[in-house]
C-alpha cells in the first residue's frame, strides 16, 4: 500500500519568516496531495490541495508543489504569523482512499 | 449550514463496556470514514465506506464495528475487544468521483476509564 512520510515532525520559525514542510510517498498512482490544519482538540482542516497533472498552487500565504517524479511534494507557508502554530499532516490519495503522513507541529514565535 | 457533526465531543465510558460514536454529514457525500488518533500520532484508517450498506476495515479494525444503513450517517462502535480505546476519535467524508476531498468532523475524545 501507499506509504507517506513527513518531515520535519517539529518545526519552529519566527513570525514573518516562511515555513517548508516536506513529504515523500511511494505508490507513483497516487493522484490527489492534500493537506491539512490541526489546532488542538479539534478536527483537521483541508487548507490547500494539488492534483498530479499540476505541479504548483498557490493560495494567499500557502503554496503546495508537486514532484511527480521524485513523488514527493510540499507545503510552503510564507510571512508565518502566530496564528499560523498548529499541526500540519500531508495526505496521499488513490481511489478514494487516503494515506497521512504522521505530522508536522509548526510553532510561530512572536 | 453544511458539514460533518460527532456526537458527543467528549465521552467517558468504564472498561468492558462498549459505546457508539455518532457521525453524521449533510454533504451529500457517498464516502465516509472513521480514523483514530493518539496523541503526538497521525491518523489511522479504522474502517471506511464507500456506498451505503458497504464497508471495508481499515488498518486497525480489530474491536471496532460499523454499520452504513443510511447515507448522511456512519456510526462506530468501540467494543470492549478494543485493547486500548482511549484515543481521539476523527470522522470524515468525501465524494468518489470527481473532486473527492475530505472534510472533517470535530472529533470525539473517549476516555475509557
Known amino acids: 500500500g501507499e506509504n507517506v512520510e513527513q518531515h520535519p515532525s517539529t518545526l519552529s520559525v519566527q513570525e514573518g519568516d516562511s515555513a517548508v514542510i516536506k513529504c515523500t510517498y511511494s505508490?507513483?498512482?497516487?493522484?490527489?496531495f492534500p493537506w491539512y490544519k490541526q489546532e488542538l482538540g479539534k478536527g483537521p482542516q483541508l487548507i490547500i490541495d494539488i492534483r498530479s497533472n499540476v505541479g504548483e498552487k498557490k493560495d494567499q500565504r500557502i503554496a503546495v508543489t508537486l514532484n511527480k517524479t521524485a513523488k514527493h511534494f510540499s507545503l510552503h507557508i510564507t510571512e508565518t504569523q502566530p496564528e499560523d502554530s498548529a499541526v500540519y499532516f500531508c495526505a496521499a490519495s488513490i481511489s478514494n482512499q487516503f494515506y497521512f503522513g504522521t505530522g508536522t507541529s509548526l510553532t510561530v514565535i512572536p | 449550514d453544511g458539514g460533518i457533526t460527532q456526537s458527543p465531543k467528549y465521552l467517558f465510558r468504564k472498561e468492558g463496556q462498549n459505546v457508539t460514536l455518532s457521525c453524521e454529514q449533510n454533504l451529500n457525500h457517498d464516502a465516509m470514514y472513521w480514523y483514530r488518533q493518539d496523541p503526538g500520532q497521525g491518523l489511522r484508517l479504522i474502517y471506511y465506506?464507500?456506498?451505503?450498506?458497504?464497508?471495508q476495515k481499515g488498518d486497525i479494525a480489530e474491536g471496532y464495528s460499523v454499520s452504513r444503513e443510511k447515507k448522511e450517517s456512519f456510526p462506530l462502535t468501540v467494543t470492549s475487544a478494543q485493547k486500548n480505546p482511549t484515543a481521539f476519535y476523527l470522522c470524515a467524508s468525501s465524494l468518489t468521483s470527481g473532486r473527492n476531498e475530505q472534510f472533517f468532523g470535530p472529533g470525539t475524545r473517549l476516555t475509557v476509564l
Open positions: 505508490d507513483s498512482a497516487s493522484n490527489y
Open positions: 465506506s464507500q456506498i451505503v450498506n458497504d464497508f
